[in-house]
């Protein structure tokens, strides 16, 4: 086998090879595959395996490099994960209230004008004097020694770097600043410096972002507004390389008022173990979901500015139809569902809580206005549809729907018909017990005749496929079921699956189905006490990957029927069918929540009976991006 690796910054080969010269190539920095001297070496090589290696997958530009990898990652652990794991250390995060707002700037190209920002903090009299001197007094407010600090300050310009060096000198902080254009000697000697204590501060521009390490870095200052969340996350892992006797790092991020399409909820996102939260909804509640030892605290009016431009970006309809508006403008790629919400990493649920995406751009003038007969009806539904995420089912509904309005579900084999229950459900909220009614037909007509509606849907459906990031399986359930292992889906759509036409008579978390020989467990993991009654409280998590703890309901005694079916259920014949959430409602459409399925999983022992506690061991061991959830321990 032959072996290639690039280095981080490649200069361009003059190519002397064949282009399958090369088995197996690694490529390191791989966020900066658009730049020439990579494109040059990725357009022509085409090995058997590419390796791409990134800290951060999303490009600067906005772009995925998921192309190149048939848009799937092979393996990844994102920031939080490293940290509970301690390959990287905790942080103690302030966000400090700026003495500048700067909600006037000029915004163009996705950022601010970088020489209106200098001159604020640098050129601007007793403003720029002011804001220096509050940098200095919130670092001896946050640090607990200053004689300990071994500090990066992210500046915007040299002459802002320079500005803040000589601000901090003038005010006994020993300190230095580098940037792009500095040489490698220097840089040595800073880096020396710092370490040996010498000085206190490096303030830098454009460089440390990456490729450049100082694990001793105990504290970092954002001194200027961070557009990229690539670059943000860049400047602060220099700070969160583990060092002897380095607890944490401590991060200051001073925060005004800021252009309503600066992206606050990127920044915190990246921070959060948990992704279902929403982030405004982490600051109310003192972000609880952080990686272990991690601390964030934002000063009142901080959290204020936070809240408002996240409710003026995502919180309400006009802040998107802005940023649709503007995205053309602002990115220079066209407008289409999946950029929209890649390049503003938006959960397409933070959309369709308020409108369809068609109607969105319609308001913003970038598409000519329409009038469809399942607009209103599909509304509705896009939030349900949002959260499709099994291959199988996609697939299917990707070939069917261009033909929606003719399709003959009679014809269909069994699993597909069941596949068209879920999405008839999915839609018009009940089943369709007779194709050919006349109000069956006439709803698949009206979707059929509604282009936008239905266009949009199959590229929602498109953009669910691309993002899948995990690997599921069918599961024996003794017939051509469609449900897969560790997909997600409504209680409908499960029911309607296992040929339960009646979902909406389900009010329990248990179903037993006598005809399929299925039991179905409906487990909902944290439970509020506003949502149910210390009788329904039941004691549901995971041991470990592979056992899982069930409490049964308080009527349920180990000598009745139920209970005896429970315990001998493989000598009966029958299964046991696992589906979990996290929560009662789904955190950004405060509806309910969807499960993931677990697959089927096996009696082991039960204690207690009224209600009974038992231990399943699963038949398929729980992923680890799942099994946090679960475990009880980890469940807050």
């Known amino acids: 086998m032959t072996i290639c690796s690039f280095p981080s910054r490649p200069s361009t080969p003059k190519i002397k090879t064949s282009p399958d010269f090369y088995d197996y190539i690694v490529v390191d920095e791989f966020h900066h595959a658009a730049a020439p001297t990579y494109q040059k070496l990725l357009d022509y090589y085409q090995p058997k395996i590419l390796l791409g290696l990134t800290a951060t997958p999303e490009r600067m530009d906005g772009k995925s490099i998921l192309s190149y990898f048939n848009n799937r990652i092979a393996a990844e652990i994102r920031l939080p994960e490293a940290i509970d794991r301690k390959l990287l250390c905790p942080f103690q995060y302030f966000g400090v209230t700026d003495t500048v707002d700067l909600d006037q700037l000029k915004w163009s190209a996705g950022g601010y004008d970088r020489n209106e920002l200098s001159n604020l903090y640098t050129l601007s009299g007793m403003v720029a004097k002011r804001r220096a001197d509050h940098v200095v007094s919130s670092l001896l407010k946050y640090v607990t020694d200053i004689d300990d600090v071994k500090g990066l300050g992210f500046c915007v310009t040299v002459e802002h770097a320079q500005f803040m060096s000589d601000y901090f000198n003038e005010h006994g902080i020993p300190s230095i600043f580098l940037t792009g254009r500095s040489p490698d000697e220097e840089r040595q000697t800073a880096k020396k410096k710092l370490i040996d204590g010498e000085i206190r501060f490096i303030f830098v521009v454009d460089i440390y972002n990456e490729g450049v390490d100082i694990p001793e870095v105990n504290t970092v200052l954002f001194l200027r507004p961070t557009e990229s969340l690539t670059i943000f996350l860049q400047q602060l892992g220099r700070g969160l390389r583990l060092a002897e006797n380095k607890e944490c790092l401590t991060v200051l991020d001073f925060i005004g008022q800021a252009n309503r399409k600066y992206n606050f909820e990127d920044k915190f996102s990246a921070l959060l173990s948990n992704t279902t939260r929403s982030v405004s909804r982490e600051i109310k509640d003192g972000f609880v979901s952080l990686p272990k030892g991690c601390y964030v605290q934002l000063e009142k009016k901080a959290a204020k500015y ?143 005749d509604s282009p936008v509606m239905l266009g949009e849907l199959i590229e929602l459906l498109k953009y669910q496929y691309d993002h899948i990031d995990f690997i599921d399986a069918p599961v024996d359930v003794g017939f051509n079921c469609p449900l897969d292992l560790h997909c997600t889906y409504t209680r409908d759509q499960i029911l309607l699956a296992l040929d339960f036409m009646k979902p909406v008579t389900v009010r329990e978390g248990v179903k037993w189905l006598p005809e399929k020989k299925l039991d179905v467990f409906f487990v909902t993991l944290n439970k509020a006490d506003k949502d149910y009654s210390p009788t329904t409280m039941y004691n549901d998590y995971s041991i470990n990957s592979e056992l899982f703890h069930w409490q049964s309901q308080s009527t349920t005694a180990e000598n009745s029927p139920t209970g005896q079916r429970y315990i001998h259920h493989r000598e009966q014949g029958s299964r046991v069918l696992l589906f979990v959430r996290e929560f009662k409602s789904d955190r950004i459409l405060n509806t309910a929540a969807v499960y993931t399925y677990l697959g089927t999983a096996s009696y082991v022992k039960h204690e207690g009976s009224r209600p009974m506690n038992i231990t399943w061991k699963l038949d398929a061991p729980i992923p680890a991006k799942y099994l946090k959830k679960t475990n009880k321990l980890m469940v807050g």
């Open 306 to 448: 936070i809240l408002d431009n996240i409710r003026a970006s995502y919180g309400n309809s006009a802040g998107l139809i802005a940023r649709i508006a503007s995205f053309e403008e602002d990115t220079g790629r066209p407008l289409t569902l999946a950029d929209f919400l890649d390049h503003y990493h938006i959960d397409p649920r933070s959309i369709y809580k308020f409108e369809t995406f068609s109607r969105l751009c319609a308001r913003a003038d970038v598409m000519e206005d329409f009038t469809e007969p399942a607009e209103k009806t599909m509304k509705k539904a896009f939030p349900r549809l949002a959260t499709i995420d099994s291959r199988r089912w996609i697939v299917f509904l990707l070939e069917v729907l261009p033909r929606i309005g003719d399709v003959d579900v009679a014809a269909m084999a069994p699993v597909e018909r069941r596949m068209m229950q879920m999405f008839y459900v999915s839609i018009w909220l009940k089943a369709a017990e007779d194709w050919n009614s006349e109000e069956v037909r006439a709803n698949l007509c009206a979707l059929a």
